[in-house]
T-cell receptor
Framework: EAGVTQFPSHSVIEKGQTVTLRCDPI?????LYWYRRVMGKEIKFLLH????????ESGMPNNRFLAERTGGTYSTLKVQPAELEDSGVYFC??????????????FGPGTRLTVL | AQSVTQLGSHVSVSEGALVLLRCNYS??????LFWYVQYPNQGLQLLLK??????LVKGINGFEAEFKKSETSFHLTKPSAHMSDAAEYFC???????????FGTGTRLLVSP
């Protein structure tokens, strides 16, 4: 069974450009999470989808970030326009439906975003 | 609000020595506690978790952790380090109704021969 996949693995862009990150969760997982780790800091929650609906987006930094989950399958996270402080590693995770608060979240390898 | 503190951004041990990675949490309600490990170029992998019941939790690769409510701690241990244990370890907390994980800053474990 394929794990959580993320694309691209690395992205280097100029300040002011747009970048779109993609996450493919494990097939059948209703819950999808985005996290971010800025260098040297903790991994921070960004948002949580249940199927195609945003359950919790309390961690989204500002309106330059837009997350979507079409048809409850893969998800994209768009940053527009990118700023220097957006650099970091963006992780995606997924879990099955149901009582997911203590279910294992399966993580992807992350996308390393560098904004110059 | 919940928070997690991991003491020591880097911990160095010799192969065969005891591994102790410290984690303290802050939570106003009973927490669910997790340890994740990240090997180079891989995603985070769950080592073990505490939800309810027995406070000593055994995980994969010989790791275990003990939930101590009085000390608000969930330290990770392994009796004998192996070279393959070199990785970054993250402690995390969540609680009922809040499915997001709150992570500590991570501890990189270095194992020398």
């Amino acid at each position: 069974e394929a794990g959580v996949t993320q694309f691209p693995s690395h992205s280097v862009i100029e300040k002011g450009q747009t970048v779109t990150l993609r996450c493919d969760p494990i097939s059948g997982h209703d819950n999808l999470y985005w996290y971010r780790r800025v260098m040297g800091k903790e991994i921070k929650f960004l948002l949580h989808f249940v199927k195609e609906s945003k359950q919790d987006e309390s961690g989204m930094p500002n309106n330059r970030f837009l997350a979507e989950r079409t048809g409850g399958t893969y998800s994209t996270l768009k940053v527009q326009p990118a700023e220097l402080e957006d650099s970091g590693v963006y992780f995606c995770a997924s879990t099955e439906g149901g009582r997911a608060f203590y279910n294992e979240q399966f993580f992807g390898p992350g996308t390393r975003l560098t904004v110059l | 609000a919940q928070s997690v503190t991991q003491l020591g951004s880097h911990v160095s041990v010799s192969e065969g020595a005891l591994v102790l990675l410290r984690c303290n949490y802050s939570s106003s309600v009973p927490p669910y506690l997790f340890w994740y490990v990240q090997y180079p170029n891989q995603g985070l992998q769950l080592l073990l978790k505490y939800t309810t019941g027995a406070t000593l939790v055994k995980g994969i690769n010989g790791f275990e952790a003990e939930f101590k409510k009085s000390e608000t701690s969930f330290h990770l241990t392994k009796p004998s380090a192996h070279m393959s244990d070199a990785a970054e370890y993250f402690c995390a907390v969540s609680h009922t109704g809040f499915q997001k994980l709150v992570f500590g800053t991570g501890t990189r474990l270095l194992v020398s021969p």
